[in-house]
């Protein structure tokens, strides 16, 4: 018998099953959009609807998101009134970015689950996460933010900020930052008795505020975690059921907009880690999604999705999208591959996967 999905509401333990959806950024703003407040406020109901859907079936739901674009606009914001205004360090606007796309959210799940005649408590957990002091990554600025400047201004800015700048040949010069690993969710034990309260939790928004832990103290840092790890970390460390990215395509695909591209449905770690080591995964495009994927399974998550966010509960509740599970939960040779599909892209040009 091939194998199959089987999803339940409720654990063999009788407990309501949990799950961390990891919000893209196309969930939030589409390309060819502005990512004015009514767009935002338009595609964050639309990712309200799949979340509300799996709250319906029974689970109880973490929600975490991106914020590259805006965090990008709070700091040409913050640049441009620069003489008006106090200047925000980049860690300051991880933080106001994480309330603003929080209450975006938040709002959108507080209709979409009246409309659903649901009475759930919806809160945003600003979040700070751990990072360590001596990651590499601190040294090495590699994560692009902001906007693009001309040669000069950004010569101007490096020697006034001590910014690290590199060049984008087609589009001028930017700001990179460091992009250190999470190793600790500061407000984790407030998030798990939320959770286990039977509340809908926003939380991790854009990776988290990255902060060293200084003895008893903590302290910002001016960087970037990429949100698919931050919310790795975080859905390993409350032992959910279902960790689920979402992203541009509907499956995660080999040989990706090749002649050869094929479709993965339901697959073992081990088969991912090969494909991994073939290079499948580029690192500016799925890469940090499965390697966040393989970080949950590896801490012994139960479960991976990956799909698009049309396509998200679906996914959860009846098998559809890419699943990934430890090597002990798939029998020998009996895995099932369903047809190739094609790839549903919500827009052009994202790089999302």
């Known amino acids: 018998m091939a194998y199959t999905m089987a999803h ?17 950024g196309n969930s939030l703003i589409r ?3 502005r990512g004015d407040i009514a767009e935002q406020l338009a595609n964050t109901r639309r990712t309200a609807v799949a979340i509300v859907g799996l709250i319906r079936a029974g689970f109880r739901v973490v929600v975490t998101h991106g914020n590259g674009p805006q965090v990008g606009a709070q700091l040409l914001r913050s640049e441009r009134a620069s003489d008006q205004i106090y200047a925000m360090r980049l860690d300051v606007c991880d933080a106001s970015t994480q309330g603003e796309i929080g209450y975006l959210l938040q709002q ?7 409309a659903a005649g649901l009475h759930l408590s919806v809160v945003t957990v600003l979040t700070q996460v751990v990072v360590s002091g001596s990651d590499p990554a601190l040294a090495n600025p590699c994560k692009p933010v902001g906007p693009f400047y001309s040669r000069e201004e950004a010569e101007r800015r490096r020697k006034q900020h001590g910014w690290k700048i590199v060049e984008d040949a087609a589009r001028g010069y930017r700001r990179v930052v ?3 690993d999470p190793i600790e969710i500061v407000e984790e034990s ?7 309260s039977g509340v809908l939790v926003i939380a991790a928004g854009g990776g988290g505020i990255p902060v060293l832990r200084e003895g008893n103290e903590l302290h910002g840092v001016e960087a970037v975690i990429d949100k698919d790890r931050a919310s790795a970390v975080l859905a390993a460390h409350l032992g959910v059921d279902v960790f689920a990215i979402s992203t541009d395509t509907d499956f995660v695909y080999l040989d990706y907009k090749q002649p050869t591209q094929r479709a993965l449905h339901t697959l073992r770690v081990s088969e991912l880690e090969e494909y991994q080591r073939q290079g499948q995964f580029p690192a ?6 499965i390697e966040s994927a393989l970080r949950f399974l590896r801490a012994g998550g139960r479960e991976v999705v990956i799909t698009c966010y049309e396509h998200l509960c679906a996914a959860i509740l009846s098998g559809g999208g890419t699943h990934i599970l430890p090597d002990a939960s798939l029998p020998p040779k009996e895995i099932e591959h369903p047809v190739h599909h094609e790839p549903v892209l919500t827009g052009a040009g994202r790089g999302g996967h």
């Open 190 to 196: 407030a998030i798990r008795d939320l959770v286990n």
């Open 178 to 180: 460091p992009s250190p």
């Open 8 to 24: 339940h509401d409720r654990t063999a333990e009788g407990r309501a099953r949990t799950a961390l959806i990891a919000v893209g």
């Open 31 to 33: 390309a060819g959009e």
């Open 108 to 114: 959108s799940l507080h209709n979409e689950l009246a």
């Open 284 to 289: 500016g495009n799925m890469g940090p999604k």
